[in-house]
């Protein structure tokens, strides 16, 4: 098992984990201190992740741009912050690879149950934005008739991991 692909803390706490807007005030790098790396994983586009991560609160990459990256897991994959590399999300888990890399077909980004979300992370603000705690803009919330799903946009978890 790679680095990529073993569980992060944090996973299995009930969830949403609430957090204040304070954790996205501007800081030396827009919302966060540091621009992301700029070698993502999957092919993610830098320049947009930079943009989306950093200097927005709103939009996300286009719908289905996942599908235009090299992104195939082939199993469970911790996916990590483009700024700061600490491990957000885990998936799948409590579902099949197939179930997720279906919603998330479905949904237009790749999108997370509150089994997955690393809440050592990972906040929820009050307005359903998805955040890490280090100011990084991950993606929102938006719960269905199975629960919260987080829809994150993936040049936001494309980090490689801390080596």
Sequence with gaps: MSAADEQPPGLG??????????????KAHGTSEVPV????RW??????????????RRFAEHSGY?????FAPEGA????DSNSQKPLFHAPMGRTLKQFLHESREHGWPSFRDEEVCWEHV?????????????THLGHNLPDGHGNRYCINL?????????
């Design 66 to 70: 996942w599908g235009t990256t090299e």
């Design 77 to 80: 994959t911790t996916f990590y």
């Design 37 to 40: 790396q700029t070698l993502l």
């Design 13 to 26: 706490l009930p969830g949403p984990v609430m957090g204040d807007d304070s954790i996205m005030s501007k």
């Design 43 to 56: 092919k993610c586009d830098p320049k947009l992740a930079d943009k989306i991560c950093n200097f927005n």
């Design 123 to 135: 906040r929820v603000l009050e307005d359903g934005e998805c955040v890490s705690v280090d100011g």
């Design 155 to 163: 040049v936001s978890v494309a980090a490689e991991p801390k080596q």
